[in-house]
């Protein structure tokens, strides 16, 4: 079993910044990949941007913009999200998968204002 608990959501100004926080209940080291998701209400959950063993993916509306990260120490991952639009409203989910199970977050909500 795997606990994810997310955190630094809030309320933002556009261009404003943000770091969600996912903190997991074992290493981070294995759990592969790992990342984030995003869902705004009646719509499909999307994927954000993701870290594997030896891969980076982000979608393509945040690149240049979201940098995900990992402190394995701290067993917790990160996305710093940069220069944020409204179109970034969303809740935020942290996604992993550990023994070829899949585990996700209670999400945080980001919401950025025009």
């Known amino acids: 079993q795997v606990q994810l608990v997310e955190s630094g959501g809030g309320l933002v100004q556009a261009g404003g910044s943000l770091r969600l926080s996912c903190a997991a209940s074992?290493?981070?080291?294995?759990?592969?990949?790992i990342g984030w998701y995003r869902q705004a209400s009646g719509k499909q959950r999307e994927l954000v941007a993701s870290?594997?063993?030896?891969?980076?993916y982000y979608t393509h509306s945040v690149k240049g913009r979201f940098i995900i990260s990992k402190d394995n120490a701290k067993n917790t991952v990160y996305m710093q999200m940069n220069n944020l639009k409204p179109e970034d409203t969303d809740d935020y989910y942290c996604?992993?998968?550990?023994?070829?199970?899949?585990?996700w977050g209670q999400g945080t909500q980001v919401t950025v204002s025009s």
């Open positions: 996604n992993a998968v550990f023994v070829f199970k899949e585990y």
């Open positions: 074992r290493s981070t080291s294995a759990l592969n990949p």
């Open positions: 870290l594997g063993i030896d891969s980076t």
